[in-house]
């Protein structure tokens, strides 16, 4: 008689898994195969005896070219002429890293903006001090 418990792996609602196997294993997901997007691991374990358990796990598969966007953000309210940058790129694989295109420019934020103008500002109050008193 086996002793050990079947496992059965399904991907999101299939009626056919995608393994079947005997505990304990070490099982590889290849999500490249898997549209971008929400995905559930349902595991089904069947023991000896009959008793069945199952366990599940939501997960997000995101393989596609990361898209970066500036200019608007989710629930933005706008109006008027809106500047948008976008960028996409695609991270490559394990082996190899693409690193052309995957940094997305941005814009400097206006805090900085201010301590900059903030800063040369003081300098110029300064150096008219100096100039003017000597």
Known sequence: MNDKSTVY???DDEPK???RVQSPLNFELDTR????????LKIVSKDPSGKEGIR???FTVKN???IA???IKEHDIVDGVIPIMINAYGKGDQTHFLISGSETPQSIPSWVWII???FVGWALYYLARYLYST
């Open 9 to 11: 792996i399904f991907i």
């Open 17 to 19: 898994p995608i393994a």
């Open 33 to 40: 195969k898997l549209v971008d997007g929400e995905h559930e």
């Open 56 to 58: 599940r796990i939501p």
């Open 64 to 66: 596609g070219p990361a």
């Open 69 to 71: 966007v500036e200019g």
């Open 116 to 118: 900059i103008i903030g």
